[in-house]
């Protein structure tokens, strides 16, 4: 995430416990194998007297994962991050600090080792040897690499191609988790959601073809010719990723970072320590991503429509499982479908539009009585309520950006 050239590409442009098991794919005992839903960030809290108070507020605001490299640095400040972690029931993927494979640190918080950041297609032999040295050092650990966005110009990407720069990454250097950064513009006259759904199409499919889970960076404070999101926005960017897939949602950023691209400031907290209103905005948003998380992570993704009001509904419907899902002229939504490990069919409906509201009447293929809802409260499969039963119908009730996961019987 080399921040002055990612600002440069969007201007151009106009950014729990439960099994991740992928079918008919071996697991390796050796290889990383995730077990909870990450919620991560990017730019760890500085690593001075204060560390214990940061983690402290990491996981009361429901994050998962703590991916270091900024604050933690050094062999002595990792080792307390991973403490701290260890704490706090977070998980970390920590700098390597200089220490050589061996010497890594390791303990029940350590998911894997940060690598590199956004590389070309002419770097990946070197990662993939990197990657090799890691998994045979630390066994059940991974070395973390984070892609370049579907933005980023071909001489960065090193690839004619988006598609064949992560297809390639993805066979040649067989990391264990796909991950990638893209900052969707949200704002009147500079909409680009299309593309960030695009990009989230590429690592879907990848991640399905190699039997990996698939993670992404989305935007949470202003930059380059990012405004600064709403609760609303940063909701649609999450729960679209867990349309698509996801098994990892990560903030950018946590701590404010330093430095003439970011003179607003404004991320989760500011770089002198205070927490802007959207530490409090990150809090309720993972709590119930947090929630779904034991049965996203029992899900493998099938696909992803898009059911506009009046482009194609017919059509689209046919490959959901709704009969019906009419939100009026204004009624716009992503359906992802997924394969729960039990053999049941599972869905997550999400509206498209982060400004307003929507209240879409439906109708599942199946009776409404054998469909479950997963709370976002409490993570239990509830019955499905009808939001407006004065209405004819079944009416689902949606929040600007909002998403909720349905679960239904095997066809």
């Known amino acids: ?14 950014a729990f416990t439960g099994g991740y098991v992928m079918p008919a794919v071996a697991q390796d005992k050796v290889r990383f194998q995730q077990d909870r839903f990450a919620i991560g960030f990017w ?7 204060n560390m214990a108070r940061y983690y402290h507020d990491i996981a009361v605001a429901n994050f998962t994962l703590v991916i270091g490299g900024f604050g933690a640095t050094t062999p002595e400040t990792v080792q307390q991050q991973l403490r701290l972690c260890e704490k706090y029931n977070l998980r970390a993927i ?4 200089g220490l050589p494979p061996a010497e890594l640190p390791e303990g029940p918080a350590c998911w ?7 590389p070309g297609a002419a770097d990946f032999p070197g990662l993939r040897t990197a990657v090799d040295e890691i998994r045979a050092a630390r066994p059940g650990r991974f070395g973390y690499i984070n892609l370049f966005p579907n933005y980023a110009p071909a001489w960065a990407l090193g690839t004619a191609t988006y598609d064949e ?4 990454f993805a066979d040649e250097v067989d990391t264990d988790v796909l991950s990638m950064d893209h900052y969707p513009m949200m704002q009147p006259g500079a909409d680009s959601r299309d593309a960030y759904c695009a990009n989230l199409e590429v690592m879907r499919r990848e991640s399905v073809r190699k039997g990996v889970p698939h993670w992404n960076f989305f935007n949470t404070m202003p930059f380059g010719p990012h405004f600064d999101p709403t609760e609303h926005s940063i909701r649609w ?6 349309a698509y897939g996801s098994k990892g949602l990560l903030y950018f950023c946590y701590w404010t970072p330093r430095g003439g691209e970011f003179p607003k400031g404004g991320a989760i907290i500011t770089a002198e320590g ?22 996203l992570m029992q899900l493998t993704s099938t696909g992803v429509v898009r059911v506009k009001p009046d482009e194609g509904k017919t059509e689209a419907l ?11 002229t204004h009624g716009d939504y992503l359906v992802g479908m997924f394969r729960h490990a039990d053999g049941r069919r599972a869905v997550m409906l999400t509206n498209y539009d982060y400004l307003y509201t929507s209240w879409p009447t439906v109708e599942f293929d199946v009776d409404p009585a054998s469909v479950r809802e997963v709370c976002q409260e409490t993570g239990r499969e509830v019955p499905v309520l009808d939001d407006s039963p004065a209405m004819d119908g079944l009416q689902l009730s949606l929040d600007a950006g909002g998403g909720r996961l349905f679960l239904l019987p095997a066809r």
């Open 1 to 14: 995430m080399r921040m002055s050239r990612l600002a440069a590409w969007c201007l151009a442009a106009t």
């Open 43 to 49: 730019v760890d809290p500085p690593a001075d007297e």
């Open 94 to 97: 920590v700098s390597r600090a």
């Open 112 to 118: 894997g080792y940060m690598i590199r950041d956004e």
């Open 165 to 168: 720069h992560v297809r390639r």
């Open 237 to 242: 960017q999450m729960m679209t990723s867990i």
């Open 274 to 295: 205070r927490k802007t209103r959207h530490y409090e905005q990150a809090r309720r948003l993972n709590a119930a991503v947090k929630a779904m998380g034991p049965a």
């Open 318 to 328: 046919q490959q959901t499982p709704f009969r019906v899902l009419d939100g009026g």
